[in-house]
């Protein structure tokens, strides 16, 4: 009986034949020489991405005395997009010869995460902080990082000169899903908000604002209500809302989870979703499109937002100064947020 025969896993010298070139080219690509044109470069990493080639942390680590490793903190597991932007940021570091270690917590205060002593057990060479922040932190976590370790963040202390931020502009989104509504002819749009004083809370308020002023819509704080972005706190501001006995014909919350817990609520009540009331979330996770009824919504890039992270966070430790001079025309496109258009908003054009 015949051995079954195992897959090969892909070498440096796969990648090296595949984009014509030689095995030290793509060595000098994967440690960011500068004897590398961008052409060269780019064709190299194309084909890496390609053959999902991922270089041996271990025997690197070994030949170059570094550890190659990234340490990761986040403030949950739970939200869709969170994860995301995880997968996106491990995906890359794989494919570029790094390994991650994560430090999170199910956490749902507005506090920001607690420290767990990884960094200097697991030697890590850079941290990505993957939580947005809020007015009310005291940047603990940095306590705990020496100064000279590059960090980078998703919005976590980003007015520290120490501190790279890559932000994904959800303010524009949050303006753009408000003005298709009022495109649709609704005057009166009540809102469910992410936790109070988080980064993205603020930003989106701000879209919110804007839209309304831009409309000549005069703000009413009585249609905002707050929530912590997860389904049972969208579920208890739509009932909050009804308890009010204001009248809104549209709703926008801050995430999915919240918008999906209260259309529920609304039809519980008898309230038809578009008919009565129009729902837009925000994130675009995947069951929005599988949610009775479909979900309009703001996309948001969590995966590219994460690759964007790592990369400029590996670049970081390489010793770049201007590791944003790196993002090309398409990375900083792929952060970009979108309308999505489905039944909940009344409006789906398929």
């Known amino acids: 009986m015949s051995k079954p025969v195992r897959n090969r896993k892909t070498t440096i010298r796969d990648v090296a034949a595949r984009a014509g070139v030689s095995y030290q080219t793509v060595s000098r690509v994967l440690n960011n ?15 890496i991405e390609e053959l999902e080639y991922s270089p ?39 494919q570029n010869g790094y390994q991650i270690v994560i430090s999170g917590e199910e956490h749902r205060s507005r506090s920001e ?16 902080i993957i939580y947005h922040g809020s007015k009310n932190d005291h940047h603990q976590i940095l306590r705990d990082i020496p100064e000279s370790m590059p960090v980078v963040s998703t919005g976590y202390a980003f007015n520290l000169k120490n501190i790279l931020a890559v ?24 809102m469910i908000t992410g936790a109070a004083g988080a980064y993205e809370t603020v930003e989106r308020n701000k879209g919110y604002r804007n839209a309304l002023k ?60 578009p008919e009565d009331v129009a729902v837009i979330g925000f994130n ?15 996309y948001y890039p969590a995966y590219q937002h994460g690759r964007i992270c790592a990369k400029m966070l590996i670049a970081l430790t390489k010793g770049e100064k201007s590791p944003a001079s790196r993002l090309s025309a398409d990375d900083l496109m792929s952060l970009e947020t979108r309308l999505v258009v489905r039944r909940s908003c009344g409006a789906y054009f398929k």
């Not at 020489?33 to 084909?47: F, I």
Request: charged residues 20%.
């Open 56 to 94: 041996d942390p271990v025997a690197t680590s070994l030949a170059t005395n570094r550890s190659y490793t990234l340490g990761m903190i986040t403030a949950t597991f739970t939200g869709n997009s969170m994860v995301r932007v995880l997968e996106g940021a491990d995906t890359y570091a794989l």
């Open 167 to 190: 932000r994904v502009n959800t303010r524009k989104g949050a303006k753009e899903a408000i003005a298709h509504l009022i495109g649709l002819g609704h005057r009166s749009i009540a």
């Open 284 to 298: 675009d996770i995947e069951e929005a499109r599988y949610f009775s009824p479909s979900l309009s919504t703001v």
């Open 113 to 128: 995460p607690l420290y767990l002593p990884f960094i200097k057990r697991q030697r890590v060479e850079g941290v990505l």
């Open 214 to 273: 831009q409309a000549g819509i005069r703000y009413d704080p009585s249609l905002v209500v707050e929530g912590d972005w997860f389904v049972e706190s969208g579920y208890q501001a739509a009932l909050i809302l009804s308890a009010t006995g204001r009248r809104f014909s549209a709703i926008f919350a801050h995430s999915d989870r919240m918008a999906m817990g209260c259309i529920s609520a609304l039809v519980e009540q008898g309230i038809r979703v």
């Open 33 to 47: 020489s500068t004897q590398v044109s961008q052409g060269t470069r780019e064709q190299v990493l194309r084909v």
